[in-house]
Protein backbone atom coordinates (compact mmCIF):
# COMPACT_ATOMS: atom_id res chain seq x y z
CA UNK A 1 0.00 0.00 0.00
CA UNK A 2 1.56 3.38 -0.74
CA UNK A 3 1.77 6.37 1.53
CA UNK A 4 -1.29 7.76 -0.04
CA UNK A 5 -3.44 5.34 0.17
CA UNK A 6 -2.65 5.36 3.71
CA UNK A 7 -3.66 8.49 4.30
CA UNK A 8 -7.06 7.96 2.55
CA UNK A 9 -10.40 7.89 4.95
CA UNK A 10 -12.29 4.53 4.80
CA UNK A 11 -15.02 6.33 2.29
CA UNK A 12 -12.28 7.48 0.26
CA UNK A 13 -10.92 3.62 -0.11
CA UNK A 14 -14.27 2.47 -0.90
CA UNK A 15 -15.23 4.74 -3.63
CA UNK A 16 -12.09 4.83 -5.26
CA UNK A 17 -12.33 0.97 -5.11
CA UNK A 18 -15.41 1.00 -6.57
CA UNK A 19 -14.44 3.66 -9.43
CA UNK A 20 -11.60 1.17 -10.68
CA UNK A 21 -14.65 -2.07 -11.34
CA UNK A 22 -16.14 0.65 -12.75
CA UNK A 23 -19.12 0.77 -10.79
CA UNK A 24 -21.73 3.40 -10.30
CA UNK A 25 -23.39 3.63 -6.95
CA UNK A 26 -26.42 2.86 -8.97
CA UNK A 27 -24.67 -0.56 -9.64
CA UNK A 28 -23.81 -0.77 -6.26
CA UNK A 29 -26.91 -0.34 -4.68
CA UNK A 30 -28.63 -3.43 -7.17
CA UNK A 31 -25.49 -5.28 -6.35
CA UNK A 32 -26.07 -5.35 -2.67
CA UNK A 33 -29.03 -4.15 -1.96
CA UNK A 34 -28.03 -1.80 0.20
CA UNK A 35 -30.01 2.08 -0.43
CA UNK A 36 -28.37 4.42 -2.66
CA UNK A 37 -28.23 7.08 0.14
CA UNK A 38 -26.29 4.59 2.80
CA UNK A 39 -23.89 3.61 0.40
CA UNK A 40 -23.49 7.67 -0.37
CA UNK A 41 -23.17 7.92 4.15
CA UNK A 42 -20.94 5.87 4.17
CA UNK A 43 -18.45 7.19 1.03
CA UNK A 44 -18.92 10.71 2.77
CA UNK A 45 -18.22 9.04 6.36
CA UNK A 46 -21.09 10.51 7.27
CA UNK A 47 -22.52 7.30 9.83
CA UNK A 48 -25.09 9.01 11.30
CA UNK A 49 -27.42 8.82 8.03
CA UNK A 50 -27.02 4.84 8.99
CA UNK A 51 -30.12 2.61 10.85
CA UNK A 52 -27.89 2.31 13.65
CA UNK A 53 -24.32 1.38 14.71
CA UNK A 54 -24.59 -2.41 13.98
CA UNK A 55 -25.34 -1.67 10.51
CA UNK A 56 -22.16 0.92 10.28
CA UNK A 57 -19.93 -2.05 10.13
CA UNK A 58 -22.07 -4.50 8.36
CA UNK A 59 -22.63 -1.98 5.56
CA UNK A 60 -18.95 -1.23 5.01
CA UNK A 61 -18.12 -5.06 4.80
CA UNK A 62 -20.62 -5.89 2.26
CA UNK A 63 -19.46 -3.06 0.26
CA UNK A 64 -15.59 -3.24 0.60
CA UNK A 65 -16.22 -7.54 -0.20
CA UNK A 66 -18.42 -6.80 -3.76
CA UNK A 67 -15.03 -3.70 -4.97
CA UNK A 68 -12.76 -6.78 -4.24
CA UNK A 69 -11.31 -5.28 -0.71
CA UNK A 70 -11.15 -7.19 2.34
CA UNK A 71 -14.16 -6.66 4.46
CA UNK A 72 -13.15 -7.72 7.87
CA UNK A 73 -9.07 -6.15 7.62
CA UNK A 74 -10.69 -3.19 6.58
CA UNK A 75 -13.09 -2.60 9.58
CA UNK A 76 -10.04 -3.97 11.68
CA UNK A 77 -7.39 -1.06 10.02
CA UNK A 78 -10.22 1.74 10.79
CA UNK A 79 -11.78 0.20 13.92
CA UNK A 80 -10.87 3.82 15.58
CA UNK A 81 -12.66 5.77 13.36
CA UNK A 82 -16.05 3.78 13.41
CA UNK A 83 -18.75 3.71 15.50
CA UNK A 84 -18.69 1.23 18.29
CA UNK A 85 -21.82 -1.74 18.73
CA UNK A 86 -22.83 -3.01 21.71
CA UNK A 87 -24.02 -6.41 22.63
CA UNK A 88 -26.90 -7.03 25.04
CA UNK A 89 -26.13 -8.66 27.95
CA UNK A 90 -27.36 -12.14 28.48
CA UNK A 91 -29.17 -13.41 31.54
CA UNK A 92 -26.67 -16.53 33.29
CA UNK A 93 -26.47 -18.59 36.55
CA UNK A 94 -29.91 -19.46 35.33
CA UNK A 95 -29.35 -22.56 37.65
CA UNK A 96 -29.53 -20.04 40.59
CA UNK A 97 -33.16 -20.07 40.58
CA UNK A 98 -33.88 -23.58 39.62
CA UNK A 99 -33.54 -24.73 43.57
CA UNK A 100 -36.58 -22.49 44.15
CA UNK A 101 -38.89 -24.34 41.28
CA UNK A 102 -37.52 -28.23 42.69
CA UNK A 103 -38.51 -27.03 46.23
CA UNK A 104 -42.27 -26.63 44.96
CA UNK A 105 -42.69 -30.01 43.50
CA UNK A 106 -44.59 -32.89 45.45
CA UNK A 107 -42.40 -35.29 47.46
CA UNK A 108 -43.16 -38.68 46.05
CA UNK A 109 -44.74 -40.61 49.31
CA UNK A 110 -42.56 -43.67 50.43
CA UNK A 111 -44.98 -45.45 52.53
CA UNK A 112 -46.57 -48.70 51.25
CA UNK A 113 -49.83 -47.60 50.63
CA UNK A 114 -48.54 -44.14 49.18
CA UNK A 115 -47.04 -46.50 46.53
CA UNK A 116 -49.97 -48.18 45.91
CA UNK A 117 -51.90 -45.29 44.89
CA UNK A 118 -48.93 -43.51 43.19
CA UNK A 119 -49.28 -46.50 40.94
CA UNK A 120 -53.02 -47.86 40.57
CA UNK A 121 -53.72 -45.61 37.54
CA UNK A 122 -50.78 -47.17 35.68
CA UNK A 123 -52.28 -51.01 36.43
CA UNK A 124 -55.84 -49.73 36.12
CA UNK A 125 -54.71 -48.50 32.45
CA UNK A 126 -52.74 -51.77 31.50
CA UNK A 127 -55.30 -54.08 32.43
CA UNK A 128 -57.90 -52.48 30.22
CA UNK A 129 -55.41 -52.49 27.42
CA UNK A 130 -54.97 -56.21 27.69
CA UNK A 131 -58.64 -56.67 27.91
CA UNK A 132 -58.70 -55.03 24.54
CA UNK A 133 -56.36 -57.01 23.38
CA UNK A 134 -57.54 -59.85 24.21
CA UNK A 135 -61.56 -59.14 22.70
CA UNK A 136 -59.38 -58.37 19.46
CA UNK A 137 -57.51 -61.60 19.18
CA UNK A 138 -60.61 -63.58 19.88
CA UNK A 139 -62.52 -61.57 16.95
CA UNK A 140 -59.76 -62.43 14.17
CA UNK A 141 -59.29 -66.12 15.35
CA UNK A 142 -63.09 -66.38 14.97
CA UNK A 143 -63.02 -64.53 11.71
CA UNK A 144 -60.14 -66.50 10.07
CA UNK A 145 -61.52 -69.81 10.49
CA UNK A 146 -64.80 -68.50 9.31
CA UNK A 147 -63.18 -67.03 6.27
CA UNK A 148 -61.08 -70.19 5.20
CA UNK A 149 -63.82 -72.80 4.80
CA UNK A 150 -65.43 -70.21 2.70
CA UNK A 151 -62.35 -70.01 0.32
CA UNK A 152 -61.56 -72.98 -0.01
CA UNK A 153 -64.90 -73.64 -1.61
CA UNK A 154 -64.47 -70.62 -4.04
CA UNK A 155 -60.73 -71.87 -4.80
CA UNK A 156 -61.94 -74.30 -7.16
CA UNK A 157 -63.85 -72.18 -9.60
CA UNK A 158 -61.22 -69.78 -9.19
CA UNK A 159 -58.71 -72.10 -11.15
CA UNK A 160 -61.07 -73.09 -14.05
CA UNK A 161 -61.83 -69.46 -14.84
CA UNK A 162 -58.16 -68.38 -14.43
CA UNK A 163 -57.03 -71.00 -16.81
CA UNK A 164 -59.33 -69.46 -19.46
CA UNK A 165 -58.48 -65.81 -19.26
CA UNK A 166 -54.69 -66.80 -18.88
CA UNK A 167 -54.26 -66.93 -22.33
CA UNK A 168 -56.43 -64.11 -23.42
CA UNK A 169 -54.25 -61.92 -20.69
CA UNK A 170 -51.31 -62.97 -22.32
CA UNK A 171 -52.03 -61.51 -25.77
CA UNK A 172 -53.73 -58.41 -24.73
CA UNK A 173 -50.22 -58.04 -22.55
CA UNK A 174 -47.86 -58.74 -25.62
CA UNK A 175 -49.64 -56.73 -27.86
CA UNK A 176 -49.81 -53.51 -25.04
CA UNK A 177 -45.86 -53.85 -24.62
CA UNK A 178 -45.49 -53.67 -28.08
CA UNK A 179 -47.74 -50.75 -28.45
CA UNK A 180 -45.91 -48.98 -26.08
CA UNK A 181 -42.24 -49.83 -27.35
CA UNK A 182 -43.41 -48.54 -30.86
CA UNK A 183 -44.75 -44.78 -28.97
CA UNK A 184 -41.42 -44.78 -26.89
CA UNK A 185 -39.49 -44.88 -30.14
CA UNK A 186 -41.65 -42.32 -31.81
CA UNK A 187 -41.50 -39.86 -28.84
CA UNK A 188 -37.43 -40.58 -28.85
CA UNK A 189 -37.05 -39.54 -32.37
CA UNK A 190 -38.92 -36.63 -32.77
CA UNK A 191 -37.17 -35.41 -28.87
CA UNK A 192 -33.82 -36.17 -30.73
CA UNK A 193 -35.20 -33.91 -33.90
CA UNK A 194 -34.83 -30.52 -31.45
CA UNK A 195 -31.98 -28.95 -31.18
CA UNK A 196 -31.55 -26.42 -28.40
CA UNK A 197 -30.70 -22.59 -29.88
CA UNK A 198 -29.92 -18.76 -28.84
CA UNK A 199 -30.13 -16.18 -31.34
CA UNK A 200 -30.35 -12.48 -30.62
CA UNK A 201 -33.47 -10.71 -31.00
CA UNK A 202 -33.26 -8.60 -34.45
CA UNK A 203 -29.86 -6.40 -33.98
CA UNK A 204 -29.62 -6.42 -30.50
CA UNK A 205 -26.83 -7.45 -28.81
CA UNK A 206 -28.33 -7.45 -25.10
CA UNK A 207 -31.63 -9.71 -25.63
CA UNK A 208 -32.01 -13.17 -26.70
CA UNK A 209 -34.61 -15.86 -27.14
CA UNK A 210 -33.64 -19.73 -26.55
CA UNK A 211 -35.55 -22.20 -28.17
CA UNK A 212 -35.77 -26.41 -27.89
CA UNK A 213 -33.66 -25.63 -24.00
CA UNK A 214 -34.36 -28.64 -21.20
CA UNK A 215 -37.45 -28.77 -18.64
CA UNK A 216 -35.26 -27.37 -15.96
CA UNK A 217 -32.00 -25.65 -17.62
CA UNK A 218 -28.38 -25.18 -16.09
CA UNK A 219 -26.31 -22.45 -16.49
CA UNK A 220 -23.18 -22.81 -15.63
CA UNK A 221 -20.83 -19.25 -14.84
CA UNK A 222 -17.20 -18.76 -15.14
CA UNK A 223 -15.16 -15.97 -14.62
CA UNK A 224 -11.18 -15.65 -16.08
CA UNK A 225 -10.89 -12.54 -13.39
CA UNK A 226 -13.09 -11.22 -10.72
CA UNK A 227 -16.02 -10.12 -11.64
CA UNK A 228 -19.57 -9.72 -9.75
CA UNK A 229 -22.76 -11.38 -11.27
CA UNK A 230 -26.40 -11.62 -10.42
CA UNK A 231 -29.18 -13.77 -12.04
CA UNK A 232 -32.74 -12.59 -12.24
CA UNK A 233 -35.85 -14.94 -13.54
CA UNK A 234 -39.33 -13.76 -13.99
CA UNK A 235 -38.31 -10.68 -11.76
CA UNK A 236 -37.20 -12.66 -8.94
CA UNK A 237 -32.98 -12.86 -8.12
CA UNK A 238 -32.16 -16.52 -8.27
CA UNK A 239 -28.23 -15.92 -7.57
CA UNK A 240 -25.74 -13.15 -7.17
CA UNK A 241 -22.34 -12.66 -6.01
CA UNK A 242 -18.76 -11.85 -6.69
CA UNK A 243 -16.91 -14.99 -8.04
CA UNK A 244 -12.69 -14.86 -7.99
CA UNK A 245 -10.56 -15.24 -10.35
CA UNK A 246 -11.11 -18.56 -12.69
CA UNK A 247 -14.22 -19.20 -10.37
CA UNK A 248 -17.46 -20.81 -11.33
CA UNK A 249 -21.36 -20.74 -10.00
CA UNK A 250 -23.42 -23.35 -11.59
CA UNK A 251 -27.44 -23.11 -11.20
CA UNK A 252 -30.91 -24.67 -12.32
CA UNK A 253 -33.27 -22.42 -13.41
CA UNK A 254 -36.84 -23.48 -12.72
CA UNK A 255 -39.00 -25.46 -15.00
CA UNK A 256 -41.50 -22.59 -15.47
CA UNK A 257 -38.79 -19.71 -15.88
CA UNK A 258 -39.90 -17.61 -19.10
CA UNK A 259 -37.08 -15.16 -19.06
CA UNK A 260 -33.96 -14.67 -17.34
CA UNK A 261 -31.72 -11.35 -16.67
CA UNK A 262 -28.01 -11.54 -16.57
CA UNK A 263 -26.01 -8.49 -15.17
CA UNK A 264 -22.31 -8.91 -15.78
CA UNK A 265 -19.98 -6.52 -13.87
CA UNK A 266 -17.00 -7.46 -16.06
CA UNK A 267 -18.50 -9.01 -19.41
CA UNK A 268 -15.50 -9.12 -20.95
CA UNK A 269 -13.84 -12.01 -18.50
CA UNK A 270 -17.13 -13.73 -18.06
CA UNK A 271 -18.92 -16.96 -20.30
CA UNK A 272 -22.20 -18.39 -19.59
CA UNK A 273 -22.92 -22.42 -20.57
CA UNK A 274 -26.61 -23.05 -20.53
CA UNK A 275 -27.24 -27.05 -21.08
CA UNK A 276 -23.20 -27.64 -21.46
CA UNK A 277 -23.66 -25.57 -24.92
CA UNK A 278 -21.94 -21.84 -24.87
CA UNK A 279 -24.03 -19.10 -24.87
CA UNK A 280 -22.40 -16.42 -26.96
CA UNK A 281 -23.63 -13.31 -25.61
CA UNK A 282 -21.47 -10.54 -26.93
CA UNK A 283 -21.83 -11.50 -30.65
CA UNK A 284 -20.58 -7.85 -31.55
CA UNK A 285 -17.55 -8.29 -29.78
CA UNK A 286 -18.40 -5.39 -27.43
CA UNK A 287 -15.75 -4.01 -24.76
CA UNK A 288 -18.12 -3.03 -22.57
CA UNK A 289 -17.30 -4.25 -19.18
CA UNK A 290 -20.66 -4.26 -17.15
CA UNK A 291 -23.72 -5.06 -19.22
CA UNK A 292 -27.12 -6.39 -19.17
CA UNK A 293 -28.09 -9.42 -20.87
CA UNK A 294 -31.99 -10.55 -20.84
CA UNK A 295 -32.58 -14.43 -22.11
CA UNK A 296 -36.44 -15.34 -22.93
CA UNK A 297 -36.73 -19.11 -23.01
CA UNK A 298 -39.78 -20.57 -25.50
Same mark, same amino acid.
Given at each position: MSENEEKRTIGARLK??????????????? %????????? %??????????????????????????????????????????? &??????? %????????? &????????? &???? &??????????? %????????????????????????? @??? /??????????? /?????????? @?????ASSSAAKASSESKAKSSKTQTIKADSSSDTAFTMTNGADKNKVEIKATKAAWTSVTTDGTQTWQGTLTANGSHSLTLPSSAKTVKFSLGNATATTITINGKKFDFNPKNSSSQVRTITLTIK
Amino acid at each position: MSENEEKRTIGARLKAARTDKGLTIDDLQQ %ITKIQKRYL %IAIEDEQFDKLPGDFYVRAFIKQYADTVDLDGNALLEEYSDEL &PATNTEN %IVQNVDDVQ &PTRTATREQ &PSTT &PAGRVRNYLPT %IVVTAVVVLILLFIWFMAVRTHTSS @SSS /STAASSSVKVS /STKTNSSSAA @SSKKAASSSAAKASSESKAKSSKTQTIKADSSSDTAFTMTNGADKNKVEIKATKAAWTSVTTDGTQTWQGTLTANGSHSLTLPSSAKTVKFSLGNATATTITINGKKFDFNPKNSSSQVRTITLTIK
